[in-house]
């Protein structure tokens, strides 16, 4: 039997979210045993393989396949709680769920040509607001309010994935992984109006953040900033003070609500952003959130008219299936053989149903070769 890779057991267990020992129990070995194979200290026998591969949901091909040497994370996961063993968990399940993610586009990039990264780079230290302000402008935006930000982040290169966390102290978390920035938000909520917001507040840590380490991070105070500075860009990104102010004329919560589908942000963002602009007093702020929450809206209720605030679209991953599939490079349901990830990955990323991924019968393979039966190699324009 080949050799398996010992990352891909590793890269498995976290992604469900286990523990050496939690595995160890549904496989009925010792923990000791678990921590050998993900060492590479022993190989698990092919009973154990298969095993391994049915208690985590990966297919076995996966555990026989070494990771991308290109594949490398920068700088921080931007978790907004870090504390406790369970978040430390989390932590670990994100990266690989990144991992994996990036691991589909890095097998693309062979055969799309995607947009480039670009993030704006900050001329030395930046306050929030100035970050927020320099980034509209090197996108040439304006300061009018941004209806489509998943095709505006998209079209600058990064890359937007869905994650379930179960857990609702995580709403997103943003990395750069082989030199891509990637953004995940939380499918759980349907909340558009926070995913907006979690959205912009993940690209405030992209630009403002990534020279800072995991490590940096375990400091409480330094991590309590960086997500102040983080909300503290996103209110500005997507508020900017000259257009905004002239916007906020009736101070009522029901005037904030009527602004909420010109903005694409909850009435509760927009009111914290009047107070830091000095359009509302303190006082008129505390009687807003005491009215908010009188009404529920702050735990058991989402705001009214968040059908109206603009989805996040994400369409990367679509229109890669579709012209993979257009120009004759290869079928949905041929990608398992080359890319042998879960399915669940596969379907996110190409938003697709998991029947797409497998063959029908007696199908023969001949879309990857052109006529002359030499394989189709070139990229594709996205």
């Known amino acids: 039997m080949s050799r398996v890779s010992p990352e891909r057991i590793t890269q498995g267990r976290e ?8 595995l160890a129990d549904r496989l009925d070995v010792s923990p000791a045993a678990v921590a050998q194979w993900e060492s590479g200290a022993k190989n698990p026998t092919a009973d154990n393989l298969a095993a391994i591969s049915a208690a985590l949901g990966i297919p076995m091909a996966l555990l026989m396949k070494p990771k991308p040497a290109g594949l490398s994370i920068r700088g921080p996961l931007s978790f907004r709680a870090r504390n406790n063993a369970q978040i430390r968990r989390m932590n670990r399940k994100a990266t690989t769920l990144a991992e994996m993610v990036a691991e589909v586009f890095l097998w693309l990039d062979e055969r799309i040509a995607f947009p480039v990264a670009n993030l704006p780079v900050l001329r030395g230290e930046m ?8 980034c509209r402008r090197e996108w040439n935006l304006g300061d009018r309010p941004i209806l489509k930000l998943g095709e505006l982040l998209e079209s600058n290169g990064i ?8 857990d609702e102290r995580f709403d997103a978390f943003s990395c750069v992984l082989s030199s891509r920035p990637f953004i995940f938000l939380g499918s759980e909520k349907g909340d558009r109006a926070r995913s907006r917001f979690d959205a912009a507040h993940e690209l405030g840590h992209l630009i403002l ?3 800072l380490s995991e490590c940096d991070l375990r400091d409480a105070a330094l991590h309590k900033r960086v997500e102040a500075e983080a909300n503290a860009f ?42 830091e602009l000095g359009i509302i007093s303190d006082s008129q702020y505390t ?3 005491r009215q908010i929450s009188m009404k529920g809206w702050r735990k058991a209720r989402r705001e009214p008219l968040d059908d109206q605030v603009p989805a996040i679209q994400s369409s990367l991953g679509k229109r890669s299936l579709e012209l993979l599939e257009k120009n004759a490079i290869i ?4 990608i ?35 006529v002359s039966g030499e394989r189709n190699d070139d990229q594709v324009a996205l």
């Open 234 to 275: 996103a209110g500005s990104f997507l508020m900017p003070e000259s257009t905004f102010k002239q916007d906020v004329i009736n101070l009522s919560l029901e005037g904030f609500l009527k602004m909420k589908p010109r903005w694409g942000v909850s009435a509760q963002a927009m009111i914290f952003r009047s107070r």
């Open 331 to 334: 079928h949905a349901w041929e």
């Open 159 to 166: 890359i937007l994935g869905s994650a379930v966390f179960n």
């Open 127 to 134: 306050m929030p607001d100035d970050a927020a302000t320099h």
């Open 15 to 22: 992604l469900a979210g286990l523990s050496k020992t939690d």
């Open 209 to 211: 953040h990534q020279h």
């Open 287 to 289: 009687e807003l959130f």
């Open 336 to 370: 398992p053989s080359e890319l042998p990830l879960p399915i669940s990955i596969l379907t996110q990323v190409f938003q697709a149903g998991a029947h797409e991924f497998r063959p029908a019968a007696n199908i023969i393979s001949l879309s990857s070769y052109s």
